[in-house]
């Protein structure tokens, strides 16, 4: 598999030696195109740079609240319970000379599982089966001396903290952090505009997405701005549409996508993050993240208008004066905010924390994995005198604190205590029938890589 995709990588940079080859003036057609490319491969194969890695990251987390169920919801990170497992294990294969670059890097673990979980489709050609084990699996090629294009699979560019985990201050990721895209599918342009100033343009096929779910595709944007060597700003930006198209099957079983009217939810996120070293020892870092999303309808109140077709249709609009419109300017938000901080005290030791608060009132990044029996079981008036009123959706602040013992530059020893606390009760919880409104858990944690 990595002999095809490398060959796909240095077929560009070797064209031009194949051209040489046959001559400028010389027409060949692409079978012996293809014998002159795999024989300059093999003669030069030698001097091709290729650097092989690995990376393992077993994990161990105790969830205090002992639940009865296995998983942990709204993660992907640490997400089993009491038990040891592999959060991400990968090994990659990349190169980058002169005018070409790649990475290819398969992957398997726990939390592969649970980040692919959107990737379905009744779509028979496409790639649902097979993407959750790609991390990555691009090619790219230099169009100016400080400019490159790449396409295909790619890390996601919007965030501060990393999918690896060894790269992190803490062991598992922000909330923030596991509610944007980890990876993309599209086409990157990046360009050094200085040393100080760094852009980048994707077009994508959507939100941590590979097989596309309908038809318009998305735009990613990154500016990395280093005024002083120790301070770092990056502004991330996302729009697309987010509204997945119906799809039909003729009678050869081909799939093709149907548009379903106005019912466009385009998204629009910006990430803001500001990375400062204070000194060797002690380094800080900060994010703020707002997302609008287009809702696909609106509620108009039209009490006369619903009064009238209540009459005529015999419809009971009594408790609902609303009407339903097909096309919507109203936008629904979430924001977060986060806070790293990383001391090392020690030549091989740090220590690290974290705060960060998330608000997605109406669940638009966020979807509410269960509901809290005393919303669909009690009336208002019990829910009042146990202090819960309406639903708020998800809006959960936490705080973690890590405790790494770094035994090289290859290996960690990782420790993590961690607390979210919710407005409501999302969280499962020990011998009840309801949820609790916290969750505490222990991580013990060891990475390698290579």
């Known amino acids: ?45 030698d001097n091709i740079p290729i650097k092989f890695g690995a990376f393992i990251d077993t994990y161990y987390s105790h969830n205090l609240n002992k639940p009865k169920i296995t998983e942990r919801n709204y993660t992907t990170q640490a997400v089993r319970n009491d038990e040891v497992n592999i959060n ?52 790219g090629i230099r169009l100016g001396k400080k400019t490159w294009l790449d396409g295909g699979i790619y890390f996601g560019h919007i965030g501060f903290e990393s999918w690896i985990s060894g790269y992190n201050w803490i062991y598992t990721r922000a909330l923030v952090l596991d509610y944007v895209p980890y990876y993309s599918s599209g086409f990157r342009l990046s ?72 019912e466009r939810q385009t998204r629009y996120y910006h990430n803001f993050i500001g990375h400062y070293d204070i000194s060797e020892k002690v380094m800080i870092a900060a994010s703020f993240d707002v997302g609008f999303q287009r809702s696909p309808y609106k509620q108009d109140y039209e009490p006369i208008i619903s009064g009238i077709a209540s009459s005529t249709f015999n419809y ?7 009407i339903q419109r097909e096309t919507s300017n109203t936008f629904k938000q979430w924001y ?22 998330y608000i997605d009132r109406e669940n638009i990044n966020v979807p509410q994995a269960k509901e809290s029996a005393i919303y669909s079981q009690y009336p208002y ?68 890589k290579y």
């Open 336 to 357: 977060n905010g986060t806070i790293w901080i990383t001391y090392k005290f020690l030549e091989n030791w740090r220590i690290s924390g974290r705060l960060e608060r």
């Open 381 to 448: 008036t019990t829910r009042k005198a146990a202090g819960y009123k309406t639903q708020n959706g998800f809006q959960v602040s936490g705080i973690s604190i890590g405790l790494d013992y770094m035994v090289s530059e290859i290996a960690l020893l990782r420790f993590e205590a961690k607390e979210l606390k919710s407005m409501d009760p999302i969280f499962d919880y020990k011998g009840s029938n309801d949820l609790s409104r916290v969750e505490r858990i222990f991580v013990t944690a060891i990475s390698v």
């Open 316 to 322: 009971n609009f009594a408790s609902s004066p609303y």
């Open 88 to 139: 991400l294990a990968h090994i990659d294969a990349k190169m980058e000379s002169d005018n070409v670059r790649g990475r290819v890097a398969l992957q398997f673990g726990t939390s592969v599982n649970a980040n692919y979980i959107p990737e379905t489709s009744n779509q028979k050609y496409s790639n649902q089966l097979s993407v959750r084990n790609i991390q990555e699996a691009y090619a």
């Open 191 to 262: 360009h050094d505009v200085s040393d100080k100033l760094k852009l980048q343009f994707h077009l994508m096929n959507g939100w941590s997405i590979i097989t596309d779910n309908n038809k318009n595709k998305s735009f990613g944007f990154q500016l990395s701005y280093r005024p002083i060597h120790h301070f770092l700003f990056t502004y991330n930006l996302f729009v697309g549409n987010e509204m997945p198209t119906s799809t039909a099957v003729n009678t050869l079983g081909q799939v093709s996508l149907e548009g379903r009217g106005n």
């Open 1 to 45: 598999m990595l002999r095809f995709f490398f060959f796909f990588l240095f077929s560009i940079n070797l064209f031009s030696q194949a051209k040489k080859v046959a001559g400028d003036q010389e027409a060949y057609n692409p079978k012996e195109l293809e014998q002159i490319i795999k024989n300059e491969i093999d003669k030069s194969k």
